[in-house]
């Protein structure tokens, strides 16, 4: 029992506590976590009626860019212990998943009352507020040491290539790249991978991350995850369109999309934000 209690220790509660990089056992833990959640969170919607199409994942994308910068605000030491474990993985994904979850679902009760009309723009709203106040809260304690030219460098190429991939996509029979989830799953990785690649290669900053690290370690530049996220955002879409045309169920289409985008965007607008602001 002690040799469990320390393997527990070691690979998952001190890297909480001592927010340090991730290690194979942790990250696989944290992936399967993260899929299962969202098979039972498809079954949940499903039973409240809650429909889950494009409209909801583009909704909810507010709410995943306020937990990046609840992470970056963990990260400039703004939270104290115990308070700020509940901000570093896995617990902010429950954080984050309540708050998103608690707004679904007093915008869908206040839909059903007549109050508001819509109970998706209501939420997608509430999203982008909460977002924006807690941004303002990142700009009012951190210091003055700000970078804004990393928003060039970082989103220039990363919307610039999803819009090539856009056009060329009746080329390669993926036209379906074209819509407005695709194209974010896309970005998203994009985004990830050139911030990976300014912060890690120049400007010093650690890659938490054993595959990206191991990639990298390899190929000898962060540069290398910039093509190598981007086919693998438009294979995990190939298969998604693949799977969802033999089967006339599509939630678990965007649920898995949605995924995608949590799972890229939360790092890349993550790693942005600290390096705008010199975290």
Known sequence: ????????????IEGIVNDTSYNHFDMITYVIILFVGVFVITKLLNKLRIKVDEEFVIATIPFIFMGSVYRVIEDADLLKPPVKYFFITPLIFFVIFAICFGTLLVARYLEKRKKIK????????????????????????????????????????????????????????MTYL??????????????????????????????????????????????????????????????LEKDSAKEKGTDEKYMLTLTLIVLGFSMGARNLLAMVFGV
């Open 118 to 173: 819509n109970y998706t723009h209501a939420y997608a709203t509430t999203g982008l507020i909460l977002s924006l106040a807690v941004v303002v809260i990142l700009i009012f304690n951190t210091s003055s040491k700000w970078n804004p030219g990393i928003l060039v460098y970082a989103l220039v190429p990363a919307i610039a290539l999803t819009e090539i991939v856009k056009k060329l996509s009746p080329v390669i029979g």
């Open 178 to 239: 074209r819509s407005r989830m695709y194209s974010f799953a896309i970005f998203s990785f994009l985004l990830d991978s050139f911030t990976t690649y300014i912060g890690v290669d120049l400007m010093g900053y650690m890659n938490k991350h054993p595959f990206s690290s191991f990639l990298t370690s390899i190929a000898g530049t962060g540069a290398v995850l910039i093509p190598l996220s981007l086919v693998l955002a438009m294979l995990i879409i190939l298969m």
């Open 1 to 12: 029992m002690s040799g469990l209690i320390d393997f527990i220790n070691r690979n998952f």
